[in-house]
């Protein structure tokens, strides 16, 4: 029996139906489940956690029958039988008549299949570069039936969203590197006709571009194996009163990024989101120790 833990959220469990390749870098990995009839998300940059098995075994071992106390009994578990944590960010919630509920998680890959790159992606999509961590492993084999368990919202307006766009909104601005694409490109999707916007998104690869089908007035650059800074600082942007800017990727870019719109665009700090969903040179494990 699937165990709540700190409203608004609770535990899934959850199983693979099928996979897709969007690119050289990514994957996108469909789950359905009896338990997503609980799951409710209003938001398109939905935090959500994924628990996959530990190398070796076939079931992501959480103790979620322990309730509030499942952090501390999952931390104590052995290393060789504990579930691997990973955030991600929700891609897409389906839900259809006569058809079971579904949501997509894309993953970065690295270091594994054909045209991937050992020094690029991440866990999110999050954790930092590194050669073909146990989340790309994992995604890139998952098959139809594999197991996870995820900790994500029963409650459609959640804390983990963070995309809030005040009303008077007259001017979207979106960066993302690869991990905050998932997010990024759902954003985009969501965002209605007449909304201004001016985005750009990073990849490793051409073959990672995707077509993002928005009605906004959206101009979406993407920026393929570089970086998009020099762009955004010497763009010039459409005139707006209450600009809102959403930034997310690597914690220092972002950091830096958040600096330039509020300091050098003098964008209201009040108006800036801003999430760190890796840092460069740490796992998500030692990110998590850090508090960051």
């Known amino acids: 029996m699937?165990?709540?833990?700190?409203?608004?959220?609770?535990?899934?469990?959850?199983?693979v139906v099928r996979t897709r390749r969007l690119g050289p870098s990514l994957v996108r990995v469909t789950f359905s489940g009896a338990d997503l009839a609980h799951f409710h998300s209003d938001g398109r940059d939905q935090s959500l956690s994924l628990f996959i098995p530990a190398e070796g075994r076939t079931e992501p071992a959480v103790p979620i029958e322990l309730g509030d106390g499942w952090w501390?009994?999952?931390?104590?578990?052995?290393?060789?039988?504990?579930?691997?944590?990973?955030?991600?960010?929700?891609?897409?919630?389906?839900?259809?008549?006569?058809?079971?509920d579904e949501i997509?998680?894309?993953?970065?890959?690295?270091?594994?299949?054909p045209g991937a790159?050992?020094?690029?992606?991440s866990a999110r999509a999050g954790?930092?570069?590194?050669?073909?961590?146990?989340?790309?492993?994992?995604?890139?084999?998952?098959?139809?039936g594999d197991r996870v368990v995820l900790l994500g919202p029963a409650v459609a307006d959640n804390r983990a969203i963070r995309f809030r766009p005040p009303e008077d909104t007259d001017l979207v601005l979106v960066?993302?590197?690869?991990t905050a694409v998932p997010a990024a490109t759902a954003i985009l999707e969501s965002l209605p006709a007449g909304t201004r916007v001016r985005a750009w998104l990073e990849v490793p690869h051409a073959g990672d571009v995707q077509d993002v089908a928005t009605a906004a007035d959206a101009e979406i650059d993407w920026m393929v194996g570089g970086t998009a800074e020099a762009?955004?600082?010497?763009?010039?942007?459409?005139?707006a009163e209450h600009p809102y800017v959403w930034i997310a990727g690597e914690s220092g870019r972002v950091k830096e990024l958040r600096r330039h719109f509020v300091g050098e665009r003098g964008v209201d700090?009040?108006?800036?989101?801003f999430v760190g969903y890796w840092r460069q040179g740490l796992t998500e494990e030692q990110l998590r120790e850090t508090g960051e």
């Open 231 to 239: 762009a955004i600082r010497g763009a010039r942007l459409p005139t």
């Open 2 to 15: 699937t165990t709540a833990v700190a409203a608004p959220f609770r535990f899934f469990s959850l199983q």
């Open 127 to 144: 954790g930092p570069p590194s050669p073909a961590g146990p989340a790309s492993r994992w995604a890139s084999r998952a098959a139809t």
């Open 72 to 100: 501390q009994g999952w931390r104590e578990l052995p290393d060789d039988v504990r579930a691997v944590m990973r955030s991600y960010t929700l891609r897409e919630l389906r839900r259809e008549p006569g058809a079971p």
């Open 104 to 113: 997509d998680i894309d993953f970065v890959l690295h270091g594994v299949g």
């Open 175 to 178: 960066w993302g590197d690869e």
């Open 117 to 121: 790159s050992p020094t690029l992606g």
């Open 269 to 273: 700090r009040r108006r800036v989101t």
